[in-house]
């Protein structure tokens, strides 16, 4: 048994104007669960103490909570790995998510993001008139399994830096169950999804891995990599910032071996794009101020061809 004292965010919306702790101490296995310990502090100790559980055993995706401030499952959190020498353990409700009591947080604006994708097949035709039924070879099924582990947790979009700062960005959740839809050979909406999720501001996704830290091991990131490479293969939006970028970055590094920068402005921008092209003339000028305008252009490295190679061997699409 170890005596595990749960520091515990206390809120509640209705009635606090700003959120205090308080330490709740408790006799557990120490193999037990965050969540285990969670549920015998409010049975025996503080009925009041909320939090969302259902599974408990990691499919229900209800308990994601911060823990010692990493977001994780709380039901599949053993004690051990997470107590201090004094068995606390600091528990907070998720990020990029807002409070409504404790550990509970508002979680609409992660379920409106889901939504907005149609997380549901669409054929080309309807069932009833649809003889057979809907095959997919297991090639093409292995591509989705993993994604169709997702438990909604939102523990990847807690994680998520871009989401803190611009709360448009769908997250990776939503594009990573996007990618499910698009590459699903029954569905009939490919393009369709692929320009809804680029405008949810799939480009804004600055591949930090964070979201990688999924607990079902759904992996977002390379998810969100793949609807990219989608987008351009497509040619989905390609008047878009987004792809643009990608491609005259691609150009660039592959012509030269380094990033020419001026050049990347000018394609992801627009080059007749005068208006865009004065908007960044002010960045222009502060550069040049500080000496750090980049050169106009740019000549290839001198093992320039190896780099080539790379590409080459990658078959990234090149403008
Ligand atoms: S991708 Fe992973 S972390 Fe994100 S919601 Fe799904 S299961 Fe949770
Ligand atoms: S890889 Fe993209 S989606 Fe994932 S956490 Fe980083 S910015 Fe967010
Ligand atoms: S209680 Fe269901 S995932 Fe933790």
């Known amino acids: 048994m170890a005596n595990i004292k749960l520091d515990i965010f206390r809120f509640d919306e209705a009635v606090d104007s700003v959120p205090h702790r308080d330490i709740v101490a408790v006799d557990v296995p120490e193999t037990m669960t965050v969540l285990d310990a969670l549920e015998t502090a409010k049975a025996e100790v503080d009925g009041s103490i909320s939090f969302r559980r259902s599974c408990r055993s990691a499919i229900c995706g209800s308990c994601s909570m911060n823990i010692n401030g990493v977001t994780g499952l709380a039901c599949k959190t053993p004690c051990n790995t997470v107590m201090d020498e004094q068995g606390v353990i600091q528990v907070d409700p998720m990020p990029n998510f807002q409070p409504m009591r404790d550990l509970v947080v508002h979680m609409d604006p992660f379920w409106d993001k889901y939504t907005r994708l149609k997380p549901y097949l669409q054929p080309a035709d309807k069932d009833e008139d649809h003889q057979t039924e809907r095959r997919v070879s297991p090639e093409d099924m292995k591509k989705l399994v993993d994604v169709a582990n997702?438990?909604?947790?939102?523990?990847?979009y807690a994680l998520c830096?871009?989401?803190?700062?611009?709360p448009s960005f769908a997250g990776p959740a939503a594009i990573a169950y996007a990618y499910r839809f698009i590459e699903d050979v029954r569905d009939s909406k490919r393009e369709e999804r692929l320009a809804q999720i680029n405008e949810d501001y799939l480009w804004l996704c600055a591949?930090?891995?964070?979201?990688?830290y999924c607990p079902k091991?759904?992996?977002?990131?390379?998810?969100?990599?793949?609807?990219?490479?989608?987008?351009?293969k497509d040619r989905v939006m390609m008047n878009e910032r987004g792809p643009r970028h990608a491609l005259i970055v691609n150009k660039t590094v592959k012509q030269t071996g380094m990033l020419a920068e001026t050049e990347v402005i000018q394609g992801t921008v627009g080059r007749f794009n005068f208006r865009g092209l004065l908007k960044v003339a002010p960045l222009g000028l502060r550069m040049?101020?500080?000496?750090k305008l980049p050169p106009p252009f740019v000549k290839p490295i001198p093992k320039v061809d190896e780099v080539r190679t790379i590409f080459d061997s990658l078959e990234v699409p090149v403008s």
Request: charged content about 20%.
């Open 207 to 212: 591949h930090c891995y964070a979201c990688s």
């Open 217 to 232: 091991h759904v992996d977002p990131n390379d998810r969100i990599v793949d609807v990219k490479r989608a987008t351009i």
């Open 288 to 291: 040049a101020a500080k000496g």
């Open 161 to 166: 830096p871009v989401v803190s700062v611009d």
């Open 150 to 156: 997702c438990v909604m947790c939102a523990t990847c």
